[in-house]
């Protein structure tokens, strides 16, 4: 899982345009938190991989000790991808799967079907509404690390330019049902709503965006 070191100012630029700098950084908190609550309930090892890389003792002292943690090594975000693989495909894990933390109501099915993708398969993606995606996995013996290279990021056109590698490639690859990601206003809100009667009705990004309509403008 990727995250960030949570400061104002440097975690969710677009949603602080929205909202202000205080309410992305507590937004973002929460997104992390219920991320790792996911994971832990979907019961595969994980890791939190970090940046910048020399941010582990703030990092620690948000979430504790109780997490594996990692570094991310790189100057853009296909490089710091590449890395992580590379690394932990190198301590000898067969299957890896990235996912950022902008999705934090990403169910634990999905992230199951994603391993589980990856017994028949060279590659796992998940797309996401915004022409990005969420979550992009290998086997370790079908890892493809120029697959990161020359992919305009932060833009509509990731999911798409990534899939058209793959398939020039003639990988086997396997596409999770398209999910949100949380980078303005109007996706905030539309996790608000998909989420009323749902499970993640009761987690902290919900519990905050309850306690605290003023940030959306009353529009919830």
Same mark, same amino acid.
């Given at each position: 899982m990727f995250i960030k070191a949570p400061e104002k100012?440097?975690?969710k630029s677009r949603l602080a345009k929205d909202l202000g700098d205080e309410a992305a950084l507590e937004l973002y908190r929460c997104f992390v938190v219920d991320m790792i609550n996911t994971l832990r309930a979907s019961l595969h090892p994980f890791m939190c991989c970090f940046y910048p890389p020399d941010a582990l003792e703030k990092i620690v002292a948000w979430l504790g000790r109780g997490y594996s943690y990692l570094p991310q090594r790189g100057n853009d975000l296909g490089e710091r991808m590449r890395n992580a693989f590379i690394d932990i495909f190198n301590e000898g894990v067969t299957e890896v799967v990235i996912i950022g933390s902008d999705?934090? +109501?990403?169910?634990?099915?999905?992230?199951d079907e994603a391993f589980r993708s990856l017994h028949h398969h060279d590659v796992v993606i998940g797309p996401a509404f915004d022409g990005g995606y969420y979550l992009i996995g290998f086997k370790r013996d079908a890892f493809l690390p120029e697959l990161f290279e020359a992919i305009p990021w932060s833009t509509?056109?990731?999911?798409?330019?990534?899939? +058209?590698?793959?398939?020039?490639?003639?990988y086997k690859m396997y596409i999770l049902p398209e999910w949100g990601d949380v980078d303005c206003r109007d996706?905030?809100?539309?996790?608000?709503?998909?989420?009323?009667?749902?499970?993640?009705?009761s987690s902290g990004t919900m519990s905050y965006l309850f306690a605290h309509k003023e940030v959306t403008g009353g529009r919830i």
């Open positions: 100012g440097t975690v999705s934090p +109501d990403l169910p634990a099915e999905i992230i509509g056109a990731v999911f798409e330019q990534t899939v +058209d590698i793959l398939r020039k490639k003639r996706d905030l809100m539309a996790l608000f709503r998909r989420n009323r009667n749902t499970p993640f009705a």
